[in-house]
């Protein structure tokens, strides 16, 4: 009979409490078990569900005492479904939640730290050949609360073929944001097709790739204290300005992300500054019509780029020890070595383990056969985290901050104006 924790009263408070004391102890699963992982890669063909299934599958088979029941939900009320089932006190065990939704996993929804569950010695082992900078990504108020599963930096995909008719070099893409935008207005006076196109406008926008354009100017969305929205400083308008101009002399295409990822594919946009989980579509659409190639996010001059992440990080929620002990297991595989082989090959993130890049036996030989990812790991190496925003109005928040950032960018508005009068809203949305 395979096991399953329902708790209920006083008992139930009484037992999550002591757990919580305690820390995992390093046993084996004895007894069969079943633990719910809810993944939005399952109900989403596109972001990998056969790769997921995959892993699952050769996890069952080295762990037979440890059932997985994938629990796939769409990425939109993807949280909703997860907050609900916890407040239904259904068995909700390890879930794949984007990093924008870290602090309320932690403080709303009761994600588990690792380090209070996990003995000290197990974890180092455990994270040894993992990028430090991966690791931080997952970390709020000194512990760790989620491991990086699927996550990216921001590349530039570039059609080496309208670069070459616009009279452009292939060999070398532009590296500042005024060099793409001399590069799109090139690729549209020559060629007739759109210049550049990027991952921060448009309804499906999240704001990890804005955060990444306004760090690279010297700015933040939010302080560093957590207690301030920050992104009408002027560093942060600069970096809006910088935008506008593109909008303004139609270097930009307004595409939202479905629309630009088809134009990409299609061959009729020169460049698309997006995550990299969007490469194998477009590597598919592209092949055999052009020559796709990617760069790395650009500069604002010589000041350093500064990337931060896209993407999901794993987050433990079982409270019975046993089903903790689970649900670690399957987070150990799912970011092992032979994890991010297949969600690096397979999917198209990031691996956050380094030491399997050149490793014939994991991602040596697909590396050499897929140039498309040496952009992002090169980014790796300065690689921020996306900044989740605190308490339970943190998606309107972001909506907020980005309705005013496309307004900026694509009206007739006074920028700074608008970014503050945003500001000042976001401002009162924050935990008092």
Same mark, same amino acid.
Do not use: C
């Given at each position: 009979?395979h ?7 006083? /008992? ?6 002591? /757990?919580a ?11 069969p ?12 063909a596109?972001?990998g /569900?056969? @790769? ?10 080295a ?12 990425? *939109? +009320? ?6 609900a ?14 990093? @924008? ?6 403080h &709303? #929804? ?22 430090p ?18 996550? &990216? *930096? ?5 059609n ?17 944001? $005024?060099a793409?935008?001399?590069? =799109?207005l ?7 097709? +759109?210049g550049?196109?990027?991952?921060i406008?448009?309804?499906?926008a999240?704001?990890? %790739?804005?955060?990444?354009?306004v760090r ?16 009408a ?11 506008r ?5 139609? $270097? ?8 630009a ?5 299609a061959?009729?946009?020169g460049?698309?500054?997006?995550t990299? =989980?969007?490469?194998?579509?477009i !590597? ?16 604002f001059?010589?000041k350093?780029?500064?990337?931060n992440?896209?993407?999901? /990080?794993?987050?433990i ?15 150990k595989? #799912? ?13 198209g993130?990031?691996p ?5 890049v ?9 590396v050499?056969?897929?140039?498309? !990812? ?11 985290p996306?900044?989740?925003?605190p308490g ?8 907020t901050?980005?309705?005013?950032v ?12 608008? %970014?503050?009068? $945003? ?10």
């Amino acid at each position: 009979m395979h096991r399953r924790i329902f708790l209920a009263g006083a /008992a139930a408070a009484g037992f999550v409490a002591r /757990a919580a004391q305690a820390a995992l102890a390093p046993l084996a699963i004895d007894a069969p078990v079943t633990i719910n992982f809810y993944n939005y890669n399952l109900a989403t063909a596109g972001l990998g /569900a056969d @790769a997921t299934r995959k892993l699952l599958r050769e996890f069952m088979e080295a762990n037979p005492k440890i059932k997985v029941n994938g629990v796939g939900v769409p990425v *939109t +009320g993807f949280t909703a479904r997860v907050q609900a089932d916890i407040a239904a006190r259904r068995q909700v065990d390890l879930v794949q939640l984007a990093f @924008a939704d870290l602090d309320f996993a932690v403080h &709303s #929804l009761g994600a588990k730290a690792l380090e209070d569950m996990i003995p000290a010695e197990e974890m180092k082992t455990n994270f040894e050949g993992i990028a430090p900078n991966g690791l931080k990504l997952g970390m709020l108020e000194g512990k760790t609360y989620g491991l990086a599963y699927t996550f &990216s *930096t921001p590349v530039l995909f570039y059609n080496a073929d309208l670069f070459r008719a616009a009279g452009l070099d292939p060999e070398n893409p532009p590296k500042t944001w $005024a060099a793409v935008k001399q590069a =799109a207005l090139a690729i549209k006076a020559k060629t007739g097709k +759109g210049g550049l196109a990027t991952g921060i406008l448009g309804p499906s926008a999240f704001d990890w %790739l804005f955060q990444g354009v306004v760090r690279s100017n010297g700015g933040e969305t939010i302080s560093r204290d957590r207690k301030r929205m920050t992104f009408a400083e002027p560093a942060s308008v600069a970096a809006v300005l910088m935008l506008r101009d593109l909008n303004d002399s139609g $270097a930009l295409v307004n595409l939202e992300t479905n629309a630009a990822m088809e134009a990409m594919g299609a061959g009729e946009l020169g460049m698309y500054l997006q995550t990299s =989980a969007v490469q194998g579509f477009i !590597v598919a659409a592209a092949k055999g019509k052009y020559e796709l190639r990617a760069s790395t996010m650009p500069s604002f001059g010589d000041k350093p780029v500064r990337p931060n992440n896209s993407g999901s /990080a794993l987050f433990i929620f079982a409270s019975d020890p046993v089903l903790q002990r689970a649900a670690w297991e399957l987070m150990k595989f #799912l970011t092992s070595k032979r994890g991010y082989t297949v969600i690096t090959s397979e999917i198209g993130y990031l691996p956050l383990r380094t030491d399997i890049v050149n490793d014939p036996k994991y991602l040596g030989e697909w590396v050499k056969e897929h140039p498309l !990812v040496q952009p992002n790991l090169q980014q790796l190496a300065i690689l921020e985290p996306w900044e989740s925003m605190p308490g339970p109005n943190y998606r309107q928040i972001v909506k907020t901050m980005m309705d005013a950032v496309e307004l900026s960018v694509t009206g007739k508005v006074d920028v700074a104006a608008t %970014l503050l009068a $945003a500001q000042q809203t976001t401002q009162g949305m924050l935990p008092k």
